[in-house]
């Protein structure tokens, strides 16, 4: 199957790398950094003639919606992958909702195996109930987008997974954002959410010179923490014994199934998984512009 990429940054090359992983072309790139000579319709013009399915979103996320919006109206059967946040504010992610149908949003953790076999379990109601939830995105390397905060670039992410295995959005949510500069550069950020009975703290920060990346509930049975990084589970039952549920005998690329999934809903025609609304949801809890 033929794949176009737009932004060829560090996000960017990962989809391009795992696109030919999968036995896939990347016939069309978009980027006026690496080639400055090509615009958006060149770029258009071939995907078209080299009859592209598929197209990964990957420039920074202030562009995001104007340059989906370019591509879905000029070629109407192409599928995206929008990279997370969908969007910088709601109010302009809502403009791609009549595309939906065909729009993929790329929040990765959805397709991290240990995420999965989580919501596997909730829906077996294996856990019994959960009373709290805890999450940390922690590390020191800020991100690259020009609208430096912290809540839009990792704490989205935790946010959209828990709305997931909570299988709804918050009653109740705030978000505190600080600036431990005082500047425009929001490097910390907090949310306490309610689904509910059950409330849920997430962390997320660029100042820890650990990375970390967990998820920790708390229910009927005891306590079950997921490592988003090593892909792990791991359960301390209420007398405080220790067992892990998940090992990492072999570790998966989350960006592999997620790109598989884009490819299969291509070719089935299928609506993918990880929705315009979804993004939306996500985003709309973090973002400043409620």
């Not at 995206?80 to 910088?88: F, T």
């Not at 500069?181 to 997430?202: F, P, Q, S």
């Amino acid at each position: 199957m033929n794949f176009g990429i737009v932004g060829l940054g560090v996000m960017g090359s990962n989809h391009k790398r795992v696109y030919e992983k999968l036995g896939n072309n990347i016939t069309d790139i978009y980027d006026p950094f690496v080639f400055p000579g090509r615009t958006l319709t060149d770029f258009i013009n071939g995907c078209y003639s080299n009859q592209v399915k598929g197209i990964s979103v990957c420039n920074p996320s202030d562009q995001h919606v104007s340059t989906a919006l370019v591509i879905v109206n000029a070629l109407p059967d192409v599928y995206l992958l929008i990279e997370k946040p969908i969007a910088v504010t709601t109010a302009k992610a809502k403009e791609l909702l009549p595309y939906k149908d065909r729009i993929l949003v790329g929040h990765i953790e959805q397709f991290n195996p240990a995420v999965m076999k989580l919501r596997e379990w909730l829906d077996g109601d294996m856990l019994g109930e959960i009373f709290s939830i805890r999450t940390k995105r922690v590390n020191n390397i800020p991100s690259r987008e020009l609208v430096k905060d912290v809540a839009t670039d990792l704490l989205v992410h935790d946010i959209e997974v828990v709305n997931s295995l909570m299988g709804g959005l918050p009653t109740f949510s705030r978000v505190i954002r600080k600036s431990t500069n005082n500047n425009a550069v929001c490097d910390h950020a907090h949310a306490v959410l309610e689904y509910g009975d059950t409330v849920c703290y997430c962390e997320a920060n660029w100042l820890s010179p650990i990375k970390e990346r967990f998820l920790e509930l708390y229910c009927t049975h005891g306590l079950i923490r997921l490592d988003y990084s090593k892909q792990i589970i791991t359960f301390t039952d209420i007398q405080g014994n220790f067992t892990e549920l998940l090992s990492n005998d072999q570790y998966e690329e989350p960006l592999v199934q997620e790109l598989s999934h884009f490819a299969d809903c291509i070719a089935r025609k299928k609506q993918p998984k990880i929705s315009v609304e979804t993004g939306i949801n996500a985003l709309e809890i973090v973002s400043e512009d409620i």
